[in-house]
T-cell receptor, first 111, second 115 residues
Framework: GENVEQHPSTLSVQEGDSAVIKCTYSDSASNYFPWYKQELGKRPQLIIDIRSNVGEKKDQRIAVTLNKTAKHFSLHITETQPEDSAVYFCAGPNTGNQFYFGTGTSLTVIP | DAGVIQSPRHEVTEMGQEVTLRCKPISGHNSLFWYRQTMMRGLELLIYFNNNVPIDDSGMPEDRFSAKMPNASFSTLKIQPSEPRDSAVYFC?????????????FGSGTRLTVV
């Protein structure tokens, strides 16, 4: 997306290790930051999101952190499992109601 | 709720033919989005509607592409004439609320192949 940069583009981790994916954005007015997971051949699905009034949100093994000063937010997956292998997308809002997606991170969890 | 419903799931057509993709958003959602996904370009926003009105179509590639939303429960994306470079997965998504409020729910997508 034009206003969202995502890194890395690929990531391989051993099962049980942690994975971190980072996105930076440019729109300082942004206050909602979602993450999507897309398994091969399937639709993107919202897995976690965060609003700007908090710095961190957790849901079991996944968490998202937000640094509004630096304009970046990160997805953290702990105790990775093979079923976590997928492409992960961050998204940033534009001036309207639409989201532009990052270029995606292909995560491979090696058993 | 059955979620966002797209049809067809797969479409193979010859270059020059007209293609129509269909989408039924989640009942109560007031925003609808059409995205195109390819390996080279990722997820591209084509157009979005709010309360059935097109708000931003700047992502529509060219005049061959058009989209309509005649009512709150139905939208179409039409390509006429189709070209091989239009081959991609086309996703429809819907959401409720204004900016920064809610994430999207995607449909299963239509895999379009133009030969």
């Amino acid at each position: 997306g034009e206003n969202v940069e995502q890194h890395p583009s690929t990531l391989s981790v051993q099962e049980g290790d942690s994975a971190v994916i980072k996105c930076t954005y440019s729109d300082s007015a942004s206050n909602y930051f979602p993450w999507y997971k897309q398994e091969l051949g399937k639709r993107p699905q919202l897995i976690i999101d965060i609003r700007s009034n908090v710095g961190e949100k957790k849901d079991q093994r996944i968490a998202v952190t937000l640094n509004k000063t630096a304009k970046h937010f990160s997805l953290h997956i702990t105790e990775t499992q093979p079923e976590d292998s997928a492409v992960y997308f961050c998204a940033g809002p534009n001036t309207g109601n639409q989201f532009y997606f990052g270029t995606g991170t292909s995560l491979t969890v090696i058993p | 709720d059955a979620g966002v419903i797209q049809s067809p799931r797969h479409e193979v057509t010859e270059m020059g033919q007209e293609v129509t993709l269909r989408c039924k958003p989640i009942s109560g959602h007031n925003s609808l989005f059409w995205y195109r996904q390819t390996m080279m370009r990722g997820l591209e926003l084509l157009i979005y509607f709010n309360n059935n009105v097109p708000i931003d179509d700047s992502g529509m590639p060219e005049d061959r592409f058009s989209a309509k939303m005649p009512n709150a429960s139905f939208s179409t994306l039409k390509i006429q004439p189709s070209e091989p470079r239009d081959s991609a997965v086309y996703f429809c998504a819907s959401s409720f609320g204004q900016r920064d409020n809610y994430g999207y729910t995607f449909g299963s997508g239509t895999r379009l192949t133009v030969v």
